[in-house]
């Protein structure tokens, strides 16, 4: 049975953290990817990386279609950007920023490339949504967040609404 985790909401100091890469393909991983798969489902979410469940490892779960039945499972995934990219602007939402759109400028051309749960490397160029989402997700590994991209006037505004909801539960 998979069980619902915790999502760490901003200013949370431990969405800060470096994920550390997976070495290990074993049923541990696979359980903490369906885990994550079933809160990511449970919060309404596209995507989520493991340091939003307080799990500093290089593993991100996905879903992008529109009937929630295509879960997919990076383990260490990273990107190249590729030469001939443009500059896209896509609204992008966070469940660790909840109430908070923004558009946000990310190169439309990678080359992606990461391991299944059996450690069996892929290499893609993705199309679509999955271009986006992707650089959101690893930047979550990194310790990246979204506010990171707007002003900071933007971002404190964000982190004391956030704040007052948390002191008020
Ligand atoms: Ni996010």
Redesign the pocket.
Known sequence: MSKKLKILIFPDPKLRTVAKKVDKFDKSLKNLSEDMLFTMYDANGI???AT?VDKHIRLVVMDLSEERNEPMVFVNPEYNVNKDHNLIEFEEG????PGFNQNITRPDSIELKWQDLDGIQHTTTPEGMLTICIQ??I??LEGK??VDYVSALKRDRVRSRLLKDFNRK
């Open positions: 995507g989520l990386a939003q966070c469940l660790s920023i959101h997700e930047d979550h967040l979204m």
